[in-house]
């Protein structure tokens, strides 16, 4: 693959893996039942880790009494919150200096003295088993005075609200304001002018396999290895050896097979470093598994948001202005190191991101609430400020009379346009929004579609149609938020490649693999480099003690950032292989190439040597070579971006929806995603990203919402009372590619994993809507319940 | 509180195995913990996921709503076993071919389920698939590959036959 503005590459050859679909060998263990996850890895004289937790959403705590759990048949340790803060350097406080102003209070792993959300962890049983670690904790008996509560997050700045932290002054955790353009001038020459209210239910990311950590001490030398389910090995690293105080080369994270993370696991829970204490203090490994009820309870949250927006446009349909204002819920504490405010942040930034218009103002208040706190889940923001701004989008083209279809290519950027600054100040370059709609529209058949949709309205059947055109923030560099707020988080990502005596190539990577393929990724790009095969290659990743430092996997960036560290890292390797064939074979390396695991000449394809042949005298016989040449066969790259926040890409969904106007359910019929995450290294693979995303965006869409009472206490902490997508209500999806390599790296693949999930809930809602319309209905809530729907009508 | 044992005797996996185990065990727990099956998953522990899918006397129960005492006696096959056997490699390839699993956490479990499909012999259209697993959550896939897999090893199948 390459366009005109990109020359053709060593990827670009016929006998590259790059476009091609390998399979993974992670499925092969996976399907025999062979996988090996955090809770099926055993270790001599392992303990178990439960958890007492708080059942009030706001309390102090005025005696805790643990003498009867200490004297239960089987356990080892009873640690208080107290006691494991004695064990801690210093509190966690959840801010980084880039957002300006945000505040959070100090927090310590377990409650000390108060509990400010359900589920908050108390007291720590340590026992041989988890079963008789949960026994004991019954007999531990705390005694609660029950504090205020703030629920709601329309109120929770109201002057007679309680504060949770009275040191803060407010529950204000952060306020921002985009003011771009000429908001005013936008509005007075608009012809039309819309505005609406939205509303976001709280979801959280459901991973099957659930929390995970493993904590190993070795006190006679201090080593620490923890085993744990985690997307970020050296972020953890660096905050528990931090918070424990261990140095932290001593401390080795291994990251096992992940039974899912969808950035719920980039973050670190206070259990799990209490578990961590518990091994440092006994000097026994110990484990903890966090079961489903503490899953709901004590996994971050994310998405409850209210959004209030207003668009104005010309009556030809030119978007003139846009502004929204955001009210954002986070929980009791600002998440540690990566903050509560990313999403409210993200709905700022992407909002109305397609589009020309010039003038935006947008505001956001992120506040805390007496819950468990919120942070990064997959495609953070983006489903919220899709669903924003593609519902007014068609709002306003209905008010015109306008299709939303080309509604969109009047106002969306061209791709000729680029690079380009849009409305909300975010640096965009390398989109192809043209390009996406025109596909979309084909491969819809959108005009057959909307024929189609008439005729089943004249028999009363009430189908939808909905467009979403969508940016999504990829690849986070240097100059954004984490490393220069303060957090200890790489965004630049490093691999190291080497040739082994064998002529076997091994490639250790920063990126972790949660299952997306990101290694066979890497494999393809190292093969395809080195001209080996791709069984010649070995990818290690998720263990700090083999790989080179890196900010693992988060915000799409494993194969962005990734993949470009390892496409230089395998240039540079290729280039010593081939000099020291030219030495050996008095060539020069411009004339020689590698093909198929054996050096050629690049005249006649001739075989000189084989690769193997190269590892065997670099290590071996390194006597052939003359004295001034040392091969060293091992390379590390590493490669961050340079100026740019994210490396946005952009594309478009379309779905196809029936709504039962009398019971308000809704049937997906067919949904469409035209995307263009640059080069694309396997179809598969991406093409799998985008569909596992979209029906998790279909999920927050439809059922998903951790449903809160007025004192704060979840209602439906089971999967059997919090609805997931399952196989039988959801649709095929028809997933498409428009490539336009990013101008940023070589290798010009931008990120994937989050696209269907950022803007699966702006098509539904669009779709829905539009199956609405002749009854003059309109669902501006999520999820969009069967009651929702019927709200909307009036009939309930 | 002191633990409730009884013996158990039970085959699993064409191995015929006797056991003291906690009454209050479940089977899941049983296989993982006390014989090292451990491509059998926990997911809720509610009976709602699927990942816990082992077969009981040849019919699919979810593993962590029965007791490990009340398969005494009967005939369990775990993901392990049904690999041996060979009796879905077709499926397995597929999976992995098709990409049909990312983190793999509800394979084992989504494969058990779907074995009994298999054994009906009967082509299924995508819904019917798509019914029949949908008591296995998987939250990576969006189902979309899964169901292409079974419909390949149908049609093959049948093909074949």
Partial sequence: ?796 | MSEETSEIKLTVNGDLITKIVNVRQHLVDFLRLELGLTGSHLGCEHGICGACSVWVDGLVVRGCLMLAVQADGGDVTTIEGLTETGEIADLQKNFVDRNALQCGFCTPGMLMTLAELLRKSELSSREEIREHISGNYCRCTGYHAIVDAVETTISDRLGDS
């Fill in chain 1, 1 to 796: 693959m390459a366009n005109k503005t990109t020359p053709l590459t060593i990827l670009d050859r016929p006998n590259s893996y790059i476009g091609r679909s390998l399979s993974r060998e992670g499925a092969k263990r996976a399907v025999a039942g062979r996988g090996r996850y955090t809770d099926d890895i055993s270790l001599p004289r392992m303990l178990h880790a439960a958890f007492v937790r708080s059942p009030y959403a706001h309390a102090k705590i005025l005696a805790v009494n643990v003498d009867e759990a200490r004297q239960q048949p089987e356990v080892t340790l009873v640690m208080t919150g107290t006691e494991l803060q004695e064990l801690c350097t210093g509190p966690w406080i959840g801010t980084l200096s880039s957002f300006e102003g945000m505040k959070s209070a100090p927090q310590y792993p377990m409650a000390i003295g108060r509990a400010c959300w359900q589920g908050e962890p108390i007291v720590m049983v340590v026992a041989s088993s988890r079963a008789a670690a949960e026994d004991a904790a019954e007999f531990v008996t705390i005694e609660y005075e029950q504090l205020p509560v703030v629920a709601d997050k329309e109120t929770a700045l109201d002057p007679e609200c309680p504060i949770i932290h009275p040191e803060l002054g407010d529950n204000l955790a952060f306020r921002k304001v985009i003011d771009n353009g000429d908001v005013k001038q936008g509005l007075a020459d608009a012809d039309i002018v819309i505005e609406e209210t939205f509303q976001f239910g709280r979801h959280t990311a459901v991973s099957l396999e659930t929390r995970a950590l493993l904590a190993d001490y070795e006190p006679t030398d201090g080593h620490l290895t923890i085993y744990t389910s985690s997307q970020v090995p050296h972020m953890i690293q660096a905050v528990f050896a931090r918070t424990l105080g261990v140095a932290e080369h001593k401390v080795r994270i291994i990251a096992p097979d992940i039974g899912g993370s969808f950035g719920l696991k980039i973050h670190t829970y206070g259990d799990e470093v209490a578990t961590t204490a518990a091994s440092i203090k006994l000097g026994r490994p110990v484990k903890f598994i966090a079961d489903r009820l503490e899953s709901f309870l004590t996994d971050i949250h994310a998405r409850e948001n209210r959004v209030w927006g207003r668009i104005g446009v010309s009556k030809e349909g030119e978007i003139k202005s846009l502004e929204i204002d955001v009210r954002s819920a986070a929980g009791a504490y600002s998440q540690f190191p990566r903050t509560s405010v990313f999403e409210a942040n993200q709905i700022l930034n992407i909002t109305g991101g397609p589009y020309k218009h010039k003038n935006y103002k947008a505001k956001t208040e992120v506040v805390y609430l007496n819950k468990v706190p919120t942070s990064q889940y997959r495609a953070v923001g983006h489903p919220i400020g899709n669903s924003v701004g593609e519902a007014l989008v068609d709002q306003a083209a209905e008010a015109c009379g306008i299709d939303p279809l080309e509604m969109r290519r009047r106002n969306i950027m061209e791709d000729d346009q680029y690079p380009r600054v849009s409305a909300a100040g975010i640096k965009l370059q390398d989109m192809s929004h043209q390009q996406c709609l025109e596909a979309l529209a084909k491969h819809m058949d959108y005009e057959n579609l909307r024929v189609e949709q008439d005729k089943f309205r004249k028999k009363g059947i009430q189908r939808g149609i909905g467009i979403a055109a969508f940016i999504k923030g990829t690849a986070p560099g240097p100059a954004g938020y984490y490393g220069t707020g303060g957090a200890p988080i790489a965004s630049q990502d490093a691999c190291t490649i080497k040739l082994e005596p064998s002529g076997g190539v091994i490639c250790m990577i920063g990126v972790t693999d949660q299952g997306q393929g990101v290694d066979t990724v890497m494999c393809q790009i190292a093969a395809s480099v080195l001209g080996l095969r791709a069984e010649s290659v070995r990818v290690i990743e998720g263990d700090t003690d083999a790989v080179p430092y890196g900010g693992g996997t988060y915000a799409s960036r494993a194969t962005a950032i990734g993949g470009e560290a390892t496409y230089q890292a395998s240039l540079l390797l290729r280039k010593e292989i081939l000099s020291i064939a030219g030495t050996l074979l008095q060539a020069e390396p411009i004339t020689l190439d590698i093909v198929d695991e054996n050096v050629v000449n690049k005249s006649d394809n001739q075989i000189r040597i084989s690769v193997s042949e190269i590892g065997r005298i670099g290590h071996f016989q390194v006597a052939e070579l003359p004295n001034n040449i040392q091969p060293t066969l091992s390379v590390t790259y590493r490669y961050r971006l340079h100026d740019a926040l994210y490396i946005f890409t952009n594309g478009i969904q379309g779905a196809y929806v029936e709504v039962d106007i009398d019971t308000g359910f809704i049937k997906l019929l067919n949904h469409w995603v035209v995307e263009d995450c640059g080069r694309v290294i396997s179809p598969q693979l991406a093409d799998e990203q985008v569909r596992g995303g979209c029906v998790q965006g279909i999920g927050g869409a439809l059922y998903e919402e951790c449903v809160y009472n007025e004192a704060a206490q979840l209602q439906n902490g089971t999967l059997a009372d919090y609805l997931t997508p399952m196989a039988g209500e959801m649709p095929d999806i028809n997933v498409y590619h428009i490539q336009t390599p990013t101008s940023v790296s070589e290798l010009g693949a931008k990120g994937v994993g989050e696209s269907g999930t950022g803007a699966a809930p702006a098509v539904l809602m669009n779709a829905v809507n539009d199956a609405l319309r002749p009854f003059d209905a309109c669902v501006t809530k999520q999820p969009m319940t069967p009651e929702t729907v019927l709200a909307s009508l009036g009939t309930v």
